[in-house]
């Protein structure tokens, strides 16, 4: 059963016990209130994992590496486009 049939199968029994509505049941077994307004929990990376975030020089991945260093993870890769220049399929092989 694939993850998406399960879930839907969870809701479905939550609205049968609880007497919720699919919505009602959906969002709690998401994440309640966080669900319901829109946002969901994302699953936290471990603090020692390893992220390459590419383009840390502009606006969105220099935002990205900053919020990164904020939430705690230590191991933030980055590369210039000199060290490792992305549009070049060959170089990027090697």
């Known amino acids: 059963m694939t993850d998406d049939k399960n879930f839907k199968r969870l809701v479905r ?5 609880a007497g919720e509505s699919y919505t009602e049941a959906r969002d709690a077994l998401r994440g309640g209130a966080a669900a319901r307004d829109g946002e969901v ?16 020089r502009g606006l969105v991945g220099s935002a990205l590496v900053r919020r990164l260093q ?14 490792l ?5 060959a170089a990027v092989s090697e």
Request: one cysteine or more; hydrophobic letters at 30%; glycine letters at 4%.
């Open 41 to 56: 929990e994302p699953d936290p990376l471990p603090r020692d994992a390893r992220i390459f975030v590419t383009g840390h």
């Open 70 to 83: 904020a939430e705690g993870c230590r191991r933030i890769l980055t590369a210039t486009r000199d060290q």
């Open 85 to 89: 220049d992305l549009r070049d399929q």
């Open 13 to 17: 029994a939550r609205m049968a016990e």
